[in-house]
């Protein structure tokens, strides 16, 4: 067995810190990559998107929302109309803001209800 020397040894460490050096390169440059990549608009709208769709819990908050602002802005339309009464319109705001309200504390009654009307009406037609 032959007796390394200390330049040999010094030049066998400088060549392996060197080769980890470009292999550490490499997964750096490949790792801003996915970074850029990942930070692009449409990137990021993609993967928000994706996160609210698979979120069962967010999409079924957006529902009930836009259901209780949707039931709370028809409830004031039938009561108010075509009237240009300000008692009227003003009576159709409260309205509806009560109803917007109501609907969106309580989605899991109206839905129950919803449903028992549904089953109903179903039940008569046959």
């Known amino acids: 067995m032959e007796k390394i020397t200390p330049s040999e040894r010094l030049k066998n460490e400088i ?3 060197e080769s980890e050096q470009v292999y550490k390169g490499q997964l750096l440059k490949d790792q801003f990559l996915l ?3 990942s930070l692009k608009p449409v990137n990021l709208l993609k993967s928000t998107l994706q996160e609210v769709v698979s979120s069962p819990y967010l999409l079924d ?3 009930n929302t ?3 602002m949707a039931t709370g802005y028809l409830s004031k339309k039938i009561i108010v109309g075509a009237s240009g009464n300000f008692i009227r319109k003003l009576l159709g705001s409260v309205l509806q803001f009560s109803v917007t309200n109501a609907v969106a504390q309580h989605p899991e009654t109206i839905k129950s209800i919803g ?3 549904y089953q109903h009406i179903l039940r008569k037609k046959k």
């Open 35 to 37: 970074t850029y990549e």
């Open 66 to 68: 836009t259901l209780s």
């Open 115 to 117: 449903q028992f009307i």
């Open 61 to 63: 908050n957006i529902i």
């Open 15 to 17: 060549l392996f810190l």
